[in-house]
């Protein structure tokens, strides 16, 4: 199984982006169960936990993107998404999506730049 996140870039303060990650190679009896998370790392910080899914809908945000972030997932195609609306420069990192258990290996996430 590998974790393929896209949809990053370098954008302004105030626009959207929407990531998406796919969870290749896996079957969906394995992919549906799970609940999942989208997870942000910056220079030295730990990676945190931004935002989860559990189940078909039940969601939890960071406070620093609630409000502003949604996930959602699709489990027909094994995808997780993450819009982002309203960008500030502190959305700026790395975000990478896992299992909240973080069971799996980490893909190579994607490279989120919010200009000021």
């Known amino acids: 199984v590998r974790l393929v996140e896209s949809g990053g870039g370098l954008v302004q303060a105030g626009t959207s982006l929407r990531l998406s990650c796919v969870a290749s190679?896996?079957?969906?009896?394995?992919?549906?169960?799970?609940?999942w998370g989208w997870y942000r790392q910056t220079p030295g910080k730990q990676r945190e936990l931004v935002a989860s899914?559990?189940?078909?809908?039940?969601?939890n945000y960071a406070d620093s993107v609630e409000g502003r972030f949604t996930i959602s997932r699709d489990n027909a195609r094994k995808r997780i998404y993450l819009q982002m609306d309203n960008l500030e420069p502190e959305d700026t990192g790395v975000y990478y999506c896992?299992?909240?258990?973080?069971?799996?290996?980490w893909g190579q996430g994607t490279q989120v730049t919010v200009s000021g």
């Open positions: 899914v559990a189940g078909p809908r039940s969601t």
């Open positions: 896992n299992t909240l258990k973080e069971s799996l290996p």
């Open positions: 190679g896996m079957i969906t009896s394995v992919f549906n169960p799970n609940d």
